[in-house]
Antibody, heavy 118, light 106 residues
Framework: EVQLVESGGGKVQPGGSLRLSCVASGLHFDNYEMNWVRQAPGKAPEWLSY????????HYADSVKGRFTISRDNAESSLFLQMNSLRVEDTAVYYC???????????WGQGTLVTVSS | DIQMTQSPSTLSASVGDRVTITCRASQNINAWLAWYQQKPGKAPKLLIYKASSLESGVPSRFSGSGSGTEFTLTISSLQPDDFATYYC????????FGQGTKVEIK
């Protein structure tokens, strides 16, 4: 059974940092491109970042470019999101999501809540 | 950036109704479009990819059509489990979600 389990969320003050993790099981993790997607309360999901299966190629949404960094450790079947300079508007549930060929976000984790507040 | 405009934002329907949701892209995205269903407190679930390909395990009452800039998601006969919010996603260049359509009980 495929599982993606996020962790690392919590409450942080504006300007602070957090590192999210997503551990995969039940799949050959290094075969898949991966993404981070977030969803603020009552809003549509927002794609944040993509990483290729090898980790060599990354892309970011303009809203997080220069503040967030995506990475992966294929040996540990893990995906990461380093979030710096956090803002109140970064408050959301953060999901990791898998890509499958021409089917984006075909599998999601359960999400981890990040709250940015003073 | 490619913008996605979904309509309607809310739809009231009854069990058994045929339901259509529209998504319009700000530029040509060919068939690089997907549809998702989301229920409260859960992650979105992939229904349709490449505009018209049904994801494995998704009931055949769901179908997608369109190409270029105009796309539709159709539920042929609405079931109680289908009351949810639906989102389109373009993946021609990076990824952009539509703003969502909430399907409510009439």
């Amino acid at each position: 059974e495929v599982q993606l389990v996020e962790s690392g969320g919590g409450k942080v003050q504006p300007g602070g940092s957090l590192r999210l993790s997503c551990v995969a099981s039940g799949l050959h993790f290094d075969n898949y491109e991966m993404n981070w997607v977030r969803q603020a309360p009552g809003k549509a999901p927002e794609w944040l970042s993509y990483i290729s299966s090898s980790g060599y190629t990354t892309h970011y949404a303009d809203s997080v470019k220069g503040r967030f960094t995506i990475s992966r450790d294929n040996a540990e079947s893990s995906l990461f999101l380093q979030m710096n300079s956090l803002r109140v508007e970064d408050t959301a549930v953060y999901y990791c999501a898998r890509d499958r060929d021409t089917a984006p976000f075909d599998f999601w984790g359960q999400g981890t809540l990040v709250t940015v507040s003073s | 950036d490619i913008q996605m405009t979904q309509s309607p934002s809310t739809l009231s329907a009854s069990v058994g109704d045929r339901v259509t949701i529209t998504c319009r892209a700000s530029q040509n995205i060919n068939a690089w479009l997907a549809w998702y269903q989301q229920k409260p407190g859960k992650a979105p679930k992939l229904l349709i990819y490449k505009a018209s390909s049904l994801e494995s395990g998704v009931p055949s009452r769901f179908s997608g059509s369109g190409s270029g800039t105009e796309f539709t998601l159709t539920i042929s006969s609405l079931q109680p489990d289908d009351f949810a919010t639906y989102y389109c996603l373009q993946f021609k260049r990076y990824r952009t979600f539509g703003q969502g359509t909430k399907v409510e009980i009439k």
